[in-house]
């Protein structure tokens, strides 16, 4: 198991997984974003049957969902039963399912399971792991936990930014249907007791990336 764990929670948009994975690549750690588990399993319920969203509460998913992901920040891919879906699981389709199966309980419990076993797994020094509830839920024990946030404006920004100007509407879309869904299973927006918020809303990309590598040297340091 990795040495130091550096839980990384923020809103859709905040930035928290490309940051993340730059922190990590700086830093020559891991980095596990769980996000991507959360995709996959919903590209999973429209491709393979037995999987299908309404049958979620009664499936045995460490059995039946055969999911594995990248931890090298600079060779990261995601699969689902042997199938390369790190692309497709990033697509409009799963962005707007993502949060009808990320409410389902025993989703939930099963990804907790997932990421602590996963993270237990690493063999590097260090692990960035970043995503929703993961300060206060999935690992409150880390060595230190950061709540990355930033204005809605910009976050709907930069997610234009990535995804491209002409689908602005259904990034506005995608962002706040996010934000609302997520926000009736957990509050993403307030960190919990001991999380270090980072507002992030006047920072560039490399000064939020800074500022998280600094939070972690110190906290190291600390230790």
């Known amino acids: 198991m990795a040495d130091f764990v550096a839980a990384i929670d923020g809103p859709a948009g905040s930035g928290k997984s490309s940051v993340s994975k ?33 049958q979620l509460p009664e499936v045995d998913l460490a059995s039946e969902f055969d999911y594995a992901i990248s931890i090298d ?26 949060s009808e199966v990320a409410r389902v309980p025993a989703v939930r419990t099963y990804m907790k399971q997932l990421t602590r076993a996963l993270v237990a797994e690493c063999p590097k020094q260090g692990i960035v792991v970043e995503g929703r509830d993961i300060t206060s839920v999935v690992l409150p024990d880390a060595n230190i936990r950061l709540l990355l946030t930033a204005s809605e404006e ?14 602005t509407d ?21 960190p919990a007791e001991g999380v270090q918020l980072l507002d992030s809303t006047n920072l560039s990309f490399d000064q939020t990336v800074s500022a998280v590598v600094k939070a972690i040297e110190h906290a190291d340091f600390e230790d």
Do not use: C
């Open 170 to 190: 259904q990034v506005a879309k995608q962002v706040t249907h996010r934000d609302n869904a997520d926000s009736q299973v957990v509050d993403f927006m307030t």
């Open 154 to 167: 910009v976050r709907l920004k930069r997610r234009s930014a990535e995804v491209g100007a002409s689908h």
């Open 73 to 98: 920040p600079d060779r990261y891919w995601v699969r689902v039963s042997g199938i390369d879906v790190t692309l497709v699981i990033r697509s409009t389709k799963i962005a707007e399912a993502v």
């Open 22 to 54: 730059e922190v990590a690549r700086q830093l020559g750690w891991g980095y596990l974003d769980t996000g991507a588990a959360y995709r996959a399993l919903t590209w999973a319920t429209q491709n393979i049957k037995g999987l299908e969203l309404d």
